[in-house]
């Protein structure tokens, strides 16, 4: 089976992870957010698309799901003592990334490419396809005003209350050629347990990307387990923009776009709620503890995948 | 007493530091090499500059004379991994320098603003000046063809055969504002036993510098000792050239530009001969193997200055 993985940061990389144990290289592909992606110090970083890679080469820091493990901080002490800021954490090891990606832009490479041989180096061997080589900015609106994304997640910890998102450049930016490819040619999308808004939501703002995923089965894994975000903040931003913090509440934000979704087990008595949106479910634990947890959870979504019908079945 | 000390890389930076002990910030001022800058790795890379900031500043590395003392190398390792060429060692805490500054300049400030900002910050109290804010490649032209002096010196551990130099864009640079208001207020200006063709040589050529040297009270110390470079290509560059390897050729160089010359005991018996080019002498112990070696030559250097004439009396 041909699958195509959609994923934000750390929760998202984990599935994608369990899946690529389950898949051949040529079976998955990973479509990764780059509304997150900065400048920084003159270097072009791209959060998510960074984690993915390293959580796929095996090398990801288990303690934060940021970064390399075992990195050391000498350039950030150095960098901040020449009065550089320092609220980003940028590991010694992970700024090479940073350092080549920029170089390979900087000489007329696509940010699809410069991925493409960051993974390679690092051994990750399913392909990470940045969503797009245009630039996509996430802007959190909130009660003290837009804020980068950078800004309001990284230098000021979530903190200002979230009335809404915009993606600036997302109107004429384009899904990436590769992207497109993989999409067309899944014969199933996972949206992985990512943050619906700030994650998967630059994703499926792109031209055409709904009604790709929508033509074909697609699975929605919440990333809303007990009333709570297992990590980032999915549900303070639910809460803030006046919608339940429940996985019910996800399945609504894919309504019309996968047909199927599955909720932890904690979260059994949604079900209903959710197989009434016209959605198939499945009910069972969505908490990756350990790799072995990564690829428990992929096989049953694989094995899940076979029940679900695309949620649009006319013409996408 | 003002001075101003003219230097490339570590035999430079020593005196400069030797100096510095012995001077106040507001009486010294090193104007240093920017020939051997380049990018790598899309990062502006100062190597002198670097050198003389981090000896100012007694952070530099006491085995190499390059880089800081106790740096880890994480980053070129990794960088390495991702296929970025790693021939340049750049350490973590160095690294923190080069993305600063390609970061200021990026912000439009000129090389001599960046470099004031690093000195301060990394508390070198005496101003650090490049010689021009305006690019200067040095070429060196050898019997594999033209080669970028990074290249040569670090990638080609200088084997080549050396049969000239050229620097690439000092007939439209300009020396530096500063750089020119230090020099044309110097009551001293002392040339460092750096390498006369690929550090001080650049510095040289840009245009008026080598007036208004000859218009004051200019002492050269030799790089040479004993028929040896202590450190760098300077008596192989000699050989190659067809001159000797002696205190002695140095002085030849500088006729017409210093009225006083420094030679190592070593080399006493040479010393009538650059007597005979129309320059004081002074013979003493050269080489600093400790900073109280350093400061006790720029004592040296300082004292030998009361009776050292401008080598042009006339207008200059």
Tied chains: 1, 2.
């Excluded at 020449?82 to 992970?94: M, T």
């Excluded at 690092?122 to 609106?141: G, I, K, N, W």
């Excluded at 899904?175 to 497109?180: L, M, R, T």
């Amino acid at each position: 089976m041909r699958v195509v993985a959609l994923a934000g940061g750390v929760g998202g990389a984990k599935l994608a992870h369990g899946l690529a144990m389950a898949l051949a290289p040529q079976d998955l592909a990973v479509i990764v957010n780059t509304g997150d992606d900065f400048d920084h110090l003159g270097l072009r970083i791209c959060p998510d698309v960074d984690t993915v890679t390293y959580t796929l080469a095996g090398i990801a820091n288990p303690e934060t799901g940021w970064g390399i493990a075992g990195d050391t901080f000498e350039f950030l002490a150095a960098s901040g003592r020449l009065g550089a800021p320092s609220w980003f954490r940028i590991g010694d090891r992970d700024l090479a990334t940073h350092v080549e990606r920029t170089r390979r832009l900087a000489a007329g490479q696509s940010l699809t490419e410069a991925t493409r041989a960051v993974a390679a180096a690092l051994d990750a061997r399913h392909p990470v396809l940045p969503m797009s080589d245009d630039p996509v900015r996430t802007l959190v609106e909130t009660d003290e005003g837009t804020l980068e994304f950078q800004e309001y997640f990284v230098a000021r910890g979530c903190e200002p209350r979230v009335t809404g998102f915009r993606f600036a450049g997302v109107d004429s930016a384009q899904p990436s050629q590769e992207a497109v490819a993989a999409l067309s040619a899944a014969e199933l999308v996972v949206l992985c347990p990512s943050n619906p808004f700030v994650s998967l939501g630059p994703i499926l703002a792109l031209a055409g990307v709904k009604d790709l995923i929508a033509a074909r089965p697609a699975i929605a894994v919440s990333p809303i387990v007990g009333g709570e975000a297992l990590k980032g903040p999915a549900a303070k931003m639910l809460l803030e923009l006046g919608l339940d913090v429940s996985a019910e509440a996800v399945a609504r934000l894919y309504q019309g776009l996968v047909g199927g979704f599955v909720l932890d087990k904690l979260d059994g008595r949604q079900e209903p709620a959710v197989a009434a949106l016209g959605m198939n479910t499945l009910v069972t634990d969505t908490v990756m503890r350990s790799d072995s947890g990564r690829r428990r959870l992929a096989d049953a979504v694989l094995a899940f995948a076979g029940g679900v019908k695309p949620a649009h079945t006319g013409a996408g």
